[in-house]
């Protein structure tokens, strides 16, 4: 009986310890399951695409395409505005326009030893006046014919050849003195039918109705139409002209330098054709004023 009991408690114990024999592999088995590093590895590789769409968003807003379409400003046809009707050595080019000057030229030249208005010589009548449309009492678009008649006969109307570049001129004149200009292109005649297209005067005692003309300081000449840009074309003789800021229409400036000075202006050391300065001589004085129309806008066949 104890034989019996003996026998069974070694089978139960055998029992146990196979069972315990067949537990103890599983952890070896058990230790590779629960090795989770290569889910966990995994993980930290998804931001990498989280991280490529930033630079997509960027590629469209990429200015460089449009840099190309700044400069397409045309700076080659910023070309200097011309009346093709008007001789250039007759008429400034370009055209005069009003011209944004800076406050501190501008205080140096109009409040310091300008004289005032008031002792700015006016015209003694109508026949000596300046104005858009003439000279005294020859007008834009008359006849050369109409002028004659009347001037009267104590006028005298001479040919002066060569008078600038490109042009003669008739020379009114009066008892000696030239009165004004007409000048007309070189190579052809001016005839009593030919109608008067350009006007120019250096008689100091025709001016506006402002009182200004040949003999008139820049400085004061400011004082009337504001302030004075000087400018000088190399391909125009290098000729100058005055333009003010409220310049009249129809008239065309040039100023006369003073003792030794081959211009009245102060221009910049520059290889550019077309100068200009607000700079200039406050001795330098107007010397001509010339009153043209172009050739469309003269009543050329009243």
């Known amino acids: 009986m104890k034989g019996r009991v003996y026998r069974s408690l070694c089978l139960v114990a055998i029992g146990l310890l196979t069972a315990c024999g067949k537990n103890n592999q599983p952890p070896t088995v058990v230790a590779t399951p629960t090795v989770t590093p290569t889910p966990i590895a995994a993980t930290p590789t998804m931001p990498a695409p989280v991280a490529t769409p930033t630079p997509t968003p960027s590629l469209p807003s990429a200015p460089s395409p449009k840099q190309p379409a700044i400069p397409a400003p045309p700076p080659g046809s910023a070309s200097k505005p011309t009346l093709a009707e008007l001789p250039k050595s007759l008429y400034p080019d370009p055209t005069p326009v009003p011209i944004i000057v800076p406050s501190e030229p501008v205080k140096t030249k109009t409040n310091s030893k300008t004289e005032p208005i008031s002792k700015l010589k006016l015209p003694l009548d109508s ?142 050391e520059s290889n550019d054709d077309y100068l200009k300065t607000q700079k200039y001589d406050k001795q330098a004085a107007i010397g001509q004023i010339t009153v043209s129309c172009a050739e469309d806008k003269c009543d050329l066949d009243r």
């Open 127 to 268: 026949a000596r006046q300046i104005t858009p449309v003439g000279i005294g009492d020859a007008k834009i678009g008359m006849t050369f014919k109409e002028l004659k008649q009347k001037m009267g006969a104590q006028v005298e109307f001479p040919v002066k050849t060569n008078f600038i570049e490109g042009f003669d001129a008739i020379a009114v004149t009066k008892a000696g003195t030239v009165q004004y200009y007409i000048p007309y292109p070189t190579g052809t005649n001016f005839t009593d039918a030919d109608r008067i297209q350009h006007l120019m005067t250096d008689n100091p005692n025709y001016r506006t109705q402002q009182g200004v003309g040949p003999g008139t300081s820049i400085g004061q000449a400011v004082s009337v139409y504001g302030n004075a840009t000087l400018s000088m074309s190399k391909d125009n003789e290098s000729r100058e002209f005055i333009n003010f800021t409220q310049h009249p229409n129809g008239l065309a400036f040039r100023p006369k330098p003073v003792g030794k000075r081959n211009f009245a202006g102060d221009y910049p």
